[in-house]
């Protein structure tokens, strides 16, 4: 138990000098003293915040059980769409064990046993999840037997629920890491059994960064994303045409959504791409000095792009075919293709962008610290996430007017706006 104990001291004070580089402007107006009793306040804030995010979901299900009868959908899909939700973006500690980690994890299993270790990780789920699962339970209880359902029908939803809920959160888990879940259900010692490399080809229309890349990514974290970016193209054709044909929801509320999570999904792909890449991660600093000094800026931008275009086109081909499935060949589609088309590039260069933001940076600022100047929460939700806010709105004003050129709107305003926001902040 010493190693964990171990482990939260040092969570907590990389989480303190994340503090101070997040808001080093603030901070350096005060002395001292001063500003370690601020930071050791902040990090009581946010320990405060963490334990009531744990809780809100108890607080969710009461308003939707309480105020059910004021509104016209069912609370049965508003609490269930709540708690996926929450659910795919909770957050379940990926920093907590990292590359360097592992080893150590490994030799600390020989001594404390295997079963310690999966038990440990095992606890770390339940108080992450737990919550959720338990109050979407009860909640669902105390809802179906108020409309009558018998307990057995309740038990077994409840029990094809939580298959549900234990396979999303192995995926979830496998996502953020795979190390983890190796060792898992390996046992110590076996670390260097995870990665499956494949022999890096020569490729003449790549140059020496991009080849770089490639060679840096060739691991399982990789992979499995690129796994993902495959599977998210093929399920959301095959969920169009299952949606559409079989439940008969109108093709409207369908392209919305379908148009309205593209920036998101390749922003999530692209950075679970970027932090796999050990290029990236430990490369920072001579990336630093490099664009410090020769002002290669744009070329490195543009190399990553590059590298995120090719790997993730497959996402791209797969609105061009869902849009064409459901539309066919029309002046809608061929907007439509043109609008994600600036919305697929242009998000990979916001992203892209990030990875270089040197110009306000000093080198103690991304000195071991790359997720931290990486990690822009304000645009991932203001920008890139703006249109999976605002999917349903669209929805609802084309259903109203029983139109297509809501949505057609829409899409063109924000496609522009991303030009327009990737020129401003050219210079980070």
């Not at 999966?118 to 959720?132: E, S």
């Not at 495959?230 to 169009?240: E, G, K, M, P, R």
Request: with cysteine; charged share 15%; hydrophobic share 50%.
């Amino acid at each position: 138990m010493k190693y964990f104990k171990y482990k939260r001291l040092m969570k907590k004070r990389k989480a303190l000098a994340n503090f101070e580089i997040l808001f080093g402007n603030f901070l350096n107006k005060f002395a001292g003293g001063d500003k370690k009793l601020l930071l050791v306040f902040l990090y009581n804030v946010n320990a405060v915040i963490t334990f009531a995010s744990m809780l809100a979901p108890i607080f969710v299900y009461l308003l939707i059980y309480f105020f059910h009868s004021f509104i016209n959908i069912n609370p049965f899909y508003i609490a269930t769409i709540y708690f996926f939700i929450t659910l795919l973006f909770t957050d379940i500690n990926n920093d907590d064990y990292d590359h360097v980690e592992l080893e150590n994890i490994s030799q600390w299993m020989y001594k404390a046993h295997k079963i310690k270790f999966q038990l440990l990780i095992i606890k770390k789920l339940l108080l992450t999840f737990g919550t959720n699962i338990l109050s979407y339970c009860f909640f669902m209880l105390i809802f179906m037997r108020e409309f009558h359902f018998s307990y057995i029908t309740i038990l077994l939803y409840e029990i094809f629920f939580l298959i549900a809920v234990f396979f999303t959160i192995i995926v979830k888990f496998l996502w953020s890491n795979p190390q983890i879940v190796f060792l898992f259900i390996h046992g110590p010692n076996a670390t260097k059994k995870k990665e499956h490399f494949i022999r890096y080809k020569n490729d003449l229309h790549l140059d020496q960064y991009q080849a770089a890349l490639s060679r840096s990514c060739q691991n399982r974290t990789y992979y499995l994303y690129i796994l993902y970016t495959y599977l998210f193209a093929v399920a959301s054709l095959v969920l169009i045409c299952m949606i559409h044909f079989y439940f008969n929801i109108h093709k409207l509320i369908i392209i919305s959504v379908y148009l309205g999570i593209e920036s998101a999904m390749i922003s999530l792909i692209s950075q679970g791409i970027i932090n796999s890449s050990k290029l990236l991660n430990d490369c920072n600093l001579s990336d630093f000095y490099y664009i410090k000094k020769f002002d290669q800026k744009t070329y490195y931008e543009n190399s990553l792009s590059k590298f995120l275009s090719r790997r993730l086109i497959v996402i791209l081909i797969s609105y061009y075919a869902g849009v064409f499935l459901l539309y066919g060949f029309s002046l809608f589609s061929a907007v439509t293709v043109l609008c994600s088309t600036i919305i697929y590039f242009y998000t990979i260069k916001i992203i892209s962008k990030r990875v270089y933001r040197f110009q306000k940076l000093s080198i103690e600022d991304i000195k071991n610290n790359f997720f931290v100047y990486f990690f822009n929460p304000l645009e991932d939700l203001f920008v890139l996430g703006l249109p999976s806010i605002t999917c349903s709105v669209v929805a609802f004003y084309s259903m109203k007017f029983g139109s297509i050129y809501p949505i057609l709107f829409f899409f063109i305003v924000y496609s522009h706006f991303l030009l327009l926001y990737n020129f401003l902040t050219k210079e980070r």
